[in-house]
């Protein structure tokens, strides 16, 4: 089973569901603006992807600078709280599997989570090709 914790006005996250769309799964979904997070839940997800709430941190369009969050002396558990709160502080997407747990950005950091890669070829939104027509990783 493949969860993608998604937001469906990111460019990125859109990618990535269409990408584990096409390997042949069909992911969990978790809008996690519209259901939040847990302490647990975010502890667990950074934990398993190897990352910290600082580097977790999504600093543009979202409230962080205004916050206070981008200091470097900001201690990691003022942060957490802050994405607790604020749901949107959580860079995404970030996708788990039997193969491991990532934040997949850039779209084909969900490449190597997938039992199988989908077939080419395959664009991003913006045109860029991930995958060729024979099959081919590209870049």
């Not at 600078?65 to 970030?94: F, S, T």
Request: glycine letters at 8%; aromatic letters at 2%; charged letters at 20%.
């Amino acid at each position: 089973m493949i969860v993608i914790h998604h937001n469906p006005d990111c460019g990125t996250s859109r990618n990535v569901l269409e990408i584990i769309r096409k390997s042949g799964s069909e992911p969990v979904v978790i809008d996690y603006l519209r259901e939040g997070w847990t302490r647990p839940q975010l502890l667990a997800l950074f934990a398993a992807a190897g990352l910290t709430p600082r580097s977790a941190l999504r600093e543009t369009k979202s409230p962080a600078a205004e916050l206070g969050l981008l200091d470097a002396g900001v201690a990691e558990e003022v942060i957490l709280d802050a994405m607790l709160a604020h749901p949107v502080l959580v860079n995404r997407p970030i996708v788990a599997s039997p193969k491991g747990v990532r934040l997949c950005r850039p779209s084909e950091a969900v490449l190597p989570l997938l039992d199988r890669l989908p077939p080419g070829p395959l664009h991003k939104e913006d045109g860029q090709m991930i995958i060729d027509a024979a099959g081919n990783l590209v870049g």
